[in-house]
């Protein structure tokens, strides 16, 4: 019913920056909430930002100050701005969508910050 599909990912060097793109389409009812997740080698996926429908937004300490979650309304599509990045950001990065109730995931998209 909804798909979401992410952009922008690849390999730059620390302290460079990217964009990542979430492109949303179909029954789009209710967007309860947008937000990137982030699975690092080795490790658990976790929260990086998110948004609420009312604009409200969350950060992950690591990322706070650096990565920005922005959503523009008449194009369906999410990004999340990241800058300085780290090598510890070397993840696949997943896009999420809350249409009501119900989580929608795109396939991810990698991100790799090396010399």
């Known amino acids: 019913q909804v798909r979401v599909v992410e952009s922008g990912g690849g390999l730059v060097q620390p302290g460079g920056s990217l964009r990542l793109s979430c492109a949303a389409s179909g029954s789009i009812f209710r967007l309860s909430a947008m937000g990137w997740y982030r699975r690092g080698p080795g490790k658990q996926r976790e929260l990086v930002a998110a948004?609420?429908?009312?604009?409200?937004?969350n950060y992950a300490d690591s990322v706070k100050g650096r990565f920005t979650i922005s959503r523009e309304n008449d194009k369906n599509t999410v990004y999340l701005q990241m800058n300085r990045l780290k090598p510890e950001d070397t993840a696949v990065y997943y896009c999420?969508?809350?249409?009501?109730?119900?989580?929608?995931w795109g396939q991810g998209t990698q991100v790799t910050v090396s010399s």
């Open positions: 999420n969508l809350v249409v009501t109730s119900t989580n929608y």
């Open positions: 948004m609420t429908s009312t604009g409200t937004t």
